[in-house]
């Protein structure tokens, strides 16, 4: 095996880069990690509702680093109309991101029945735009649901989006079960699913009493987190990285009350790309790196990479992971904080 891999113009298709000085430090995060494109999601305070919103956001990541492609989107909401759809397109606009009702972060304005929406979702079918789905349904005692079985009781409105708009594009973000990879292979090839880099390694035994570990979805079972390596080993071409890193100032990720949990996130984006590396190595993936990281997102995503826009990794020993990320009065603590990586992008 060689030291040094080579990956063409690297691609996370699902970030969350937040607003005013949490984002100027985390968006240049993006870079450090790797990575030359960045799909970021809309759920801000308030949510991206409509396109003007969206290219004023992306006009201020921008301005921290414009090296970075940034493919924006907007939030599902009422507000939303076909007509919104068709000017966001016309914008550059790619997607529109679904979040259930009150699941994770900034998701109090989501949706409670996709039934609503539909002249939306035909209007960005004929648009040709994504449709991203957090795939999960609310926690309910009275229907047995809570966070570990939340995602395969979220499936059957996946298959009926599809049924009903076979040509939309849709992703299920963030798969963390057997039940959605095996889904999501079984549906044609307009229907595609992102993994993160944490879910590949964590388990419910690693967020159960550890806040920094804590995401939504929540990490599952070992034989859950075995189908997601399984279909990376595979190379299946609907399937690649969108990390969901969400960066949380620090006291809100270590400390929850009897009245406040703690906030949901894990926060890979400064590592990203060695991260991702490392795993896969470990079993035994490393050689579907490129095809993971960039060429299957791209390819369904239609974001062809420039010309030279290669990325080079290094084999190390010992990379150790930053504590912190400081930035003024905003800092923020990565995933495996002060543990050591054996890959490290070459400047």
């Not at 009702?101 to 409670?112: H, Y």
């Not at 504590?323 to 992008?345: H, M, Y």
Request: net charge negative; aromatic share 8%; hydrophobic share 40%.
């Amino acid at each position: 095996m060689s030291d040094t891999i080579a990956i063409a113009s690297p691609a996370d298709f699902h970030v969350h880069l937040r607003q005013g000085d949490l984002a100027a430090l985390v968006t240049k995060h993006v870079r450090q990690g790797g990575f030359r494109l960045a799909y970021v999601m809309p759920n801000l305070k308030p949510p991206i509702a409509n396109a003007e919103e969206a290219l004023l956001y992306k006009a201020q990541l921008q301005a921290i680093d414009p090296t970075i492609e940034y493919l924006m989107t907007l939030y599902l909401s009422p507000d939303l109309t076909p007509d919104e759809i068709r000017k966001a397109k016309r914008a550059g606009i790619v997607g529109v991101k679904s979040y259930p009702r009150g699941v994770t972060t900034n998701s109090d304005g989501g949706i409670e029945s996709y039934e609503t929406y539909y002249p939306v979702f035909e209007a960005m079918e004929q648009e040709d735009m994504v449709l991203n789905l957090h795939g999960e349904i609310p926690s309910d005692a009275a229907t047995n649901t809570c966070v570990i079985n939340a995602e395969p009781a979220f499936l059957p409105h996946l298959r009926k989006l599809h049924a009903r708009f076979p040509r939309l594009r849709i992703v299920l973000e963030h798969a963390t079960t057997r039940a959605a990879v095996e889904c999501v292979k079984s549906l044609g090839d307009t229907v595609a699913c992102t993994i993160t880099a944490h879910h590949l390694v964590l388990t419910v035994d690693d967020w159960a009493g550890q806040s920094w570990n804590f995401c939504k979805p929540v990490a599952k079972f070992p034989d859950d987190r075995q189908a997601l390596r399984d279909v990376i080993k595979e190379g299946h071409p609907r399937f690649f990285l969108g990390s969901d890193s969400a960066p949380h100032p620090p006291h809100t990720k270590s400390t929850a009350t009897p009245v406040h949990a703690c906030a949901a996130g894990v926060y890979t984006s400064p590592i990203l790309l060695p991260l991702v590396a490392q795993v896969l190595e470990s079993f035994g993936a490393l050689d579907r790196l490129e095809g993971f990281v960039s060429t299957n997102g791209r390819i369904f995503y239609r974001a062809s990479a420039s010309a030279g826009e290669n990325v080079v990794i290094r084999k190390v020993q010992g990379k150790r992971v930053e504590e912190k990320w400081v930035e003024g009065e905003q800092s923020v603590v990565p995933f495996w904080a002060g543990r050591d990586l054996s890959w490290e992008v070459v400047e």
